[in-house]
């Protein structure tokens, strides 16, 4: 079952019905300030950090869910009829509805007796504030008098303290509204700089600015006193809850069509002229005042959402296919992409499952999320990179978190997360192979943010190896720590407190718990490393790499070979993991994705064997789920995977952050149709038609799908910001359709389902344009062995870089 249609030619996902299984999100803002939108105006927006500079309320787990929002009530003054144009909160019942999300953009259309409403939310570009564009049209043949109320909640800017110290913020709310404008200036008068405004480019017939006035006394947002009654109080907030609300009065001739703009935004004044006149205690509104009349004029955000359509149209020019399949295109080119990008820009913190206040940006999160999005802004990924490896420890390991906001290490979470350095070259070869910006290398980075301690950025990748080299196991396979990708497979932990944090809590000493895991990604990461230094005309160094991912394969195949598949770890105890020896967890995704992806096992039958492993034990119509069989009761030496019921989460949904791996891996062993197979199985645009299933949003990857032991088998959790999102794309572009940027140029190498006949492609490379046309017959298997290059025979599959400015015909014929 469906709730609305994709338009591919718009760019824009179609609800047709408020009420979807879950609240469909959207992003808003592509910078600094960044806000969530559902698809009934539910949401909220901040500056920079979720947390810190929440600029608007949210109610995460209520009832009835997703409330808080950017709300509009529209008032039939001569019947006195109200409700919402976007659904929420009145819940009226429409006569039409109607909810585009788009780009950074939403908008939602409605119509109600006669009054249609379209409201249009964006965030311009370079600007620290969100527009919403009302029109209202007059449809009835009678004139209309209107009245339009805003309304929003403003959040005294640390969301946690917000939603927890009472006793201090019932008294310190503090507003102004001056010549018409909201200003919510919480803190202010103290050690804040900033304040939030809440702007409408019409004269008000009112305003309210304390919650309680605005709705009445034990009333909600879906019948406000102010709304019912038509008129406004003008309150001004003292403590207690600080809200924006306008009232605006429209009178509407038949087929008449008005437009109504509100400004929130977000203003920080130098610290030396915060109030006018100095000394007085009133905002300083000389620099804010330009900007929000600029955005109250209508030429002003026609202008500016064309900017933003036209940004993404760029950003997404990079990589254009044409494929025999629908869903492939349309997440290729439009909404897998865009994912990377909100996840680039948003890592965990803010979404329906994460609640602004948790976490910080993980290391190995942020290094696996730039494979997604490193073609798209090569600038920023290179920040991105420099300010992740500066939070490195000088032992060459890694803080699991930093805050996005210091930039530094969280103290809270630690370290000893093994796999997390060895990501980091994994993201440096990504970034070097785009460019072919080789200077980053030399960059001067320190450890652990101190000053003093820079190394060329290249000795950090030097240092991220060695730092699994110095925790080798008794196999010679890697020390785990305290959990490898898998954050819930804790083999050192032996927790039996409640509420006890599985990733924190102080870990037993003296184990010899080993990763399997962490050994594939060694070898693969030591091969990457191996290949920079080559480049960096370091041979020896490079024979030395080789020569260690070698040895970790070596004893991959002696240690790790459970004779049909590639074990998971040995525990604390040095007894087995995923191994058949087990009553449960006998196969995990993880080590065969990984294993075949460092290249091990594929010449000698074992990276087919593994294969049929996981297509006969852990392959399912929803996607291929993590281990088997799922564990039914805690144990103690596996740690949190053990505590989540089965078929959830870690212990055996489908985990989808891995399946792109099994894609690869298949791509690398020639079978197309496999890794084809998997790629729709959890392409969210195929599992459109189970909307009622799948529950979550059809355009944008959810980290699970629960697997065939939960009652709820193939129901999606935790969509948005998911490293399932970068992995996907790297795996259907990058793979399967072959089109794979290396350090000495761009490789065309697609492994196709059989059915396929070509595709083509456009992709934009260190700036040239390459023009790719693929060509093979229907029935066919094969890999490229030429590529003919603007007319030239090349042998090979990689294309050097072309001049920058250039457009390069690329053919390639399978078969
Ligand atoms: C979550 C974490 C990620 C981890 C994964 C598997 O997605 O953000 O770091 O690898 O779970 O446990
Ligand atoms: C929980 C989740 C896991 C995540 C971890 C760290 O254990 O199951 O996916 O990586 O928390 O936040």
Not at 277 to 303: F, H
Not at 571 to 581: A, T
Not at 644 to 650: C, L, R
Not at 673 to 685: G, Q, R, T, V, W
């Amino acid at each position: 079952m469906r709730y609305g249609y994709f338009s591919d030619e718009e760019r824009e996902y179609v609800i047709n019905r408020p009420d979807t299984p879950l609240p469909w999100l959207n992003y808003l803002g592509t910078d600094s300030y960044f806000g969530i939108i559902s698809n009934t105006a539910g949401g909220y927006s901040f500056y920079r950090d979720a947390r810190l500079r929440r600029l608007t309320r949210y109610r995460y787990n209520n009832v009835p869910s997703d409330f808080g929002g950017r709300y509009l009530y529209l008032r039939d003054d001569a019947s006195g009829a109200y409700w919402s144009p976007t659904w929420q909160p009145t819940q009226s019942e429409l006569d039409h509805y109607e909810c585009r999300h788009g780009l950074s953009y939403t908008r939602i259309t409605s119509a109600y007796q006669g009054v249609r409403a379209e409201t249009l939310y964006f965030v311009p570009l370079g600007e620290t504030l969100e527009v919403w564009r009302l029109r209202v049209t007059n449809e009835r043949t009678t004139p209309l008098d209107l009245s339009v109320f805003s309304s929003v909640e403003f959040c005294l800017w640390d969301a946690l303290d917000d939603a927890s110290n009472f006793q201090r913020n019932y008294s310190i709310g503090q507003v102004e509204v001056v010549d018409d404008v909201i200003y919510h200036k919480t803190e202010y008068r103290e050690r804040r700089d900033h304040f939030a405004y809440f702007a409408c480019s019409e004269p008000l017939a009112g305003f309210d600015t304390q919650r309680e006035s605005f709705l009445g006394p034990y009333r909600g947002f879906d019948r406000p006193i102010v709304v019912e009654q038509g008129a406004s109080n003008r309150s001004i907030a003292h403590g207690w809850a600080p809200h924006g609300s306008h009232h605006v009065k429209v009178s509407l001739a038949p087929g008449e069509t008005r437009e109504v703009i509100f400004v929130l935004g977000y203003w920080e004044n130098p610290r030396d002229a915060k109030f006018d006149p100095p000394g007085s205690q009133t905002i300083n509104k000389t620099l804010v005042r330009p900007v929000i009349d600029r955005w109250r004029r209508p030429e002003v955000v026609a202008e500016g959402f064309q900017q933003l359509r036209d940004y993404w149209s760029s950003l997404l020019s990079v990589v254009q296919v044409n494929t025999p399949d629908t869903d492939t295109d349309r997440m290729v080119n439009i909404w897998n992409p865009y994912q990377c990008l909100v996840t680039f820009n948003l890592s965990r913190s803010a979404s329906g499952y994460e609640s602004g206040i948790g976490r910080g940006m993980g290391f190995r999160d942020t290094t696996q999320d730039l494979l997604g999005f490193v073609h798209m802004v090569p600038e920023r990924s290179r920040e991105r990179l420099l300010d992740v490896a500066a939070t490195q420890l000088p032992t060459g390991g890694a803080y699991h978190q930093y805050q996005p906001f210091t930039k530094r290490g969280n103290d809270g979470i630690g370290s000893g997360f093994n796999d997390d350095p060895l990501w980091l070259i994994m993201a440096v070869a990504a970034y070097l192979k785009e460019t072919g910006d080789w200077s980053v290398l030399d960059e001067p980075v320190p450890y652990d943010n101190t000053p003093g301690t820079e190394t060329p950025l290249y000795e950090h990748l030097q240092r991220s190896l060695k730092y699994t080299l110095d925790r080798l196991g008794p196999h010679g396979l890697p020390l785990i720590g305290r959990a490898d990708w898998n954050d819930c497979l804790n083999l050192n932990c032996f927790s039996e407190t409640p509420g006890e944090p599985f990733q924190t809590t102080a870990n037993r000493e003296g184990g010899v718990a080993e990763s399997v895991f962490i050994a594939g990604l060694f070898v693969l990461a030591a091969k990457e490393l191996a290949g920079i230094a080559q480049a960096r005309s370091r041979p020896e160094e490079a024979a030395g790499y080789r020569a260690e991912a070698e040895k970790m394969t070596g004893a991959i195949t002696e240690h790790a070979w459970d004779g049909a598949w590639v074990r998971r770890a040995y525990d604390y105890f040095g007894n087995l993991i995923g191994s058949s020896e087990n009553d449960e967890g006998q196969i995990f995704i993880e080590p065969q994705g990984m294993c075949i992806m460092a290249g091990v096992g594929l010449e000698d039958g074992m990276a087919t064997r593994a294969l049929a492993s996981v297509r006969e034990r852990l392959a399912t119509e929803h996607g291929i789920v993590l281990q088997q069989p799922a564990y039914s009761r805690y144990y103690v030496e596996l740690g949190e995977i053990s505590s989540y019921p089965p078929g959830y989460k870690e212990n055996a949904s489908v985990f989808c952050h891995t399946n792109p791996w099994i894609m690869v891996a298949e791509a690398m062993a020639n079978h197309g149709d496999e890794a084809f197979h998997y790629y729709k199985l959890i392409n969210p645009s195929a599992r459109e038609a189970i909307s009622e299933i799948h529950r979550c949003e059809p355009y944008v990857y959810a980290q699970t799908i629960a697997g065939k032991d939960a009652p709820t088998f193939g129901e999606a959790k935790n969509s948005w910001l998911t490293g399932t999102a970068a992995w996907n794309l790297v795996a259907i572009s990058q793979w399967i359709l072959g089109i794979r940027p290396d350090f000495d140029g761009l490789v065309v190498d697609p492994v196709l389902p059989s059915a396929w006949e070509g595709f083509t492609a456009t992709r934009r490379f260190r700036g040239a344009t390459y023009e790719i046309t693929v060509r093979k017959p229907a029935g066919v298997r094969g890999r490229v062995d030429h590529l003919v290059v603007d007319g030239v025979r090349t042998e090979g599959n990689l294309i050097p870089p072309a001049p920058p400015g250039s457009t390069v015909r690329v053919e390639a014929t399978i078969g």
